[in-house]
């Protein structure tokens, strides 16, 4: 029952450190993209500790699971383990085989909901932006709505579509525009959505485990500046920096109270800066670091295996 407990041990301190970690470095802010990597990673390690845990408990439960697991291994590597019947392996079984039953219903539940209000927009945008007689749908459409707010985003799907205001048009000058266009596809093109998914599943189906809202909220804060760098790679800082402001400007979120788009000066400041990107070999060596969380449990869970056989 060692290994059970040592990957639940490690889960938890992996839980705990690595979020605590990643919010004191300064590099997120500069990569976007590897941080976001190496959210996904920290994340995949401590749902793996608990799938690994799950299947070692319920081989020590039940002689079932047990001889289907250790079916094609050596007798010696089955008496390494020294997996055996108690009443802590049987409810850690269960409990963790809950979790995960519960996880897949909360990102079943947010996959529905994503795509309820997807098909509820898009219903509003054939209202309010109805085809032309002998016009047909076309992926990547931009379609203009008349609007007095400045306003852009992205509509995923498998049609996806850029949706903007007739405000945001007189406000955005120059290639303002095309660096929102640019930022949006930045979005659809690393499926963002897909990311902002999971981790709201996540965080609502635990919210009493703060790796997990942790990662809901760096998933939306990661993302933006992700595709703000796309952006910004094709059309300059200065210019993604001043679309924001114009479709912002009118929402208060420069003044000195709180707004739900508090994250937009954030933003802005971070573009003006303008710091370096961190070296290739520092980024490699980032995301080889990252990569290697997910791994440490299966070492764990592998290293009595391992002995054995030796």
């Excluded at 485990?209 to 790679?233: C, K, Q």
């Amino acid at each position: 029952m060692m290994v059970p407990v040592a990957l639940l041990l490690l889960g938890a301190l992996t839980a705990v450190v690595a979020p605590r970690m990643l919010a004191r470095a300064d590099w997120p802010e500069r990569e976007p993209v590897v941080a976001l990597w190496a959210w996904q990673c920290v994340v995949a390690g401590v749902l793996l500790c608990c799938a690994l845990s799950m299947t070692f408990s319920a081989a020590a439960a039940w002689q079932a699971v047990r001889g289907q697991l250790f079916a094609p291994a050596p007798h010696d590597v089955v008496e390494a383990y020294a997996l055996g019947p108690t009443p802590w392996a049987t409810v850690t079984a269960v409990a963790l085989a809950c979790g995960g039953v519960w996880t897949a219903v909360m990102l079943t539940r947010e996959i529905a909901r994503a795509r309820a209000r997807r098909a509820k927009r898009r219903a509003e945008l054939v209202v309010r932006a109805p085809l032309l007689p002998g016009e047909e749908p076309g992926a990547d459409r931009l379609v203009v709505l008349e609007g007095e707010r400045p306003d852009a985003w992205w509509l995923p799907g498998t049609a996806p579509q850029l949706v903007i205001t007739t405000a945001a048009l007189r406000r955005l000058k120059g290639r303002q525009l095309d660096a929102v266009l640019a930022h949006e596809q930045g979005h659809a093109e690393a499926r963002h959505d897909w990311l902002l998914h999971c981790s709201g599943a996540l965080a609502a189906g635990f919210p009493q485990v703060p790796v997990f809202a942790a990662f809901r909220g760096e998933m939306h804060r990661l993302v933006e500046l992700a595709a703000d760098d796309v952006a910004s790679r094709r059309f300059g800082r200065l210019t993604i920096a001043l679309a924001l402001v114009e479709l912002n400007e009118e929402r208060g979120v420069f003044g000195p109270c709180p707004t739900p788009q508090a994250h937009v000066p954030a933003r802005v400041h971070r573009l003006l800066a303008a710091r370096p990107r961190l070296t290739a070999g520092r980024r490699l060596r980032l995301t080889a670091a990252a990569a290697l969380v997910p791994v440490v449990p299966l070492l764990v869970a592998f290293v009595p295996a391992l002995r054995a056989l030796g």
